[in-house]
């Protein structure tokens, strides 16, 4: 029978190095060893294995109670916590309103954006035409 018995690995199975540790946390190679009981690490032939689940427990652990929660997003291939790319500036909660199309026009017109293209309202539009060409 296809499918049954063979399950797929998925991303919090993977195990990480001490480098891809390093990298993800932010920390030298020397923190991540120190860390290494903590972070529930395994040798395997000599070398540190780290399950990428036991990493993400370990820093849930240390979240404190005003942090936003964690929220990974699927971009090609990779996870990316949305909530460190938001500027709360652009999160509106007075919205009235119900169309999408007046929505997404009305929120694009009153964040506050780092654009590269000038003049602001025409670079806001192209952004919206860009958004509503995607949506349909």
Do not use: C
């Not at 991303?11 to 540790?21: F, Q, S």
């Not at 946390?25 to 972070?39: D, G, M």
């Not at 005003?66 to 460190?84: H, I, K, Y």
Request: glycine residues 6%.
């Amino acid at each position: 029978m296809q499918g049954q018995g063979k399950k797929t690995k998925s991303e919090n199975d993977r195990t990480m190095t001490v480098a891809e540790i390093s990298e993800y946390l932010s920390l030298s190679t020397s923190s991540v060893y120190r860390l290494a009981n903590e972070l529930k690490a395994l040798r395997v032939g000599g070398r540190w294995a780290f399950r990428a689940s036991d990493v993400e427990q370990w820093l849930l652990k240390r979240r404190t109670g005003d942090e936003p929660p964690l929220q990974p997003v699927e971009e090609v291939g990779s996870l990316v916590r949305l909530f460190s790319h938001m500027d709360e500036n652009n999160i509106f909660l007075d919205v009235p309103d119900s169309d999408a199309g007046t929505l997404i026009r009305n929120a694009i017109h009153r964040a506050s954006l780092n654009l590269t293209e000038s003049p602001e309202p025409a670079a806001k539009e192209r952004i919206y035409a860009s958004i509503m060409e995607r949506e349909s």
